[in-house]
């Protein structure tokens, strides 16, 4: 069993930087997809970004690319999501997702994903 546990959320003037951690623990993370999703008020939650864990491929939704970057540290236990030039409309809860599979990008829906960590909240002020 994977546990994650989102850090980093906080609020920001547009254009600002923020760097969210998904501390992960438990069973090996090996051969897993790793992905960052937001929900925004009154909206669905959505993917921002993916990473497999074999060998650092990533994809991200066309929102993110190009000002966010994922990452992983392995010898620290943790996924990162390093978000710039920040927008009001990045404005959301961002949760760290995980499923031990080959099949990894930004666009798979949340149901993909077994296991969940319980957010942290992004505020962007314009």
């Known amino acids: 069993q994977v546990q994650l546990k989102e850090s980093g959320g906080g609020s920001v003037q547009a254009g600002g930087s923020l760097r969210l951690s998904c501390l992960v623990s438990g069973d090996t993370w090996r051969s897993h997809c790793m992905a960052w999703f937001r929900r925004a008020p009154g909206k669905e939650r959505e993917g921002v970004a993916t990473i497999w864990t074999e060998d650092d491929t990533t994809t991200y939704a066309e929102s993110a690319r190009g000002r966010f970057t994922i990452s992983q540290d392995r010898a620290e236990n943790t996924v990162y999501l390093q978000m710039n030039s920040l927008k009001p409309e990045d404005t959301a809860m961002y949760y760290c997702?995980?499923?031990?599979?080959?099949?990894?990008?930004?666009?798979?829906?949340?149901?993909?994903?077994?296991?969940w960590g319980q957010g942290t909240q992004v505020t962007v002020a314009s």
């Open positions: 997702a995980a499923r031990a599979t080959m099949t990894c990008y930004s666009s798979l829906p949340e149901h993909w994903y077994i296991h």
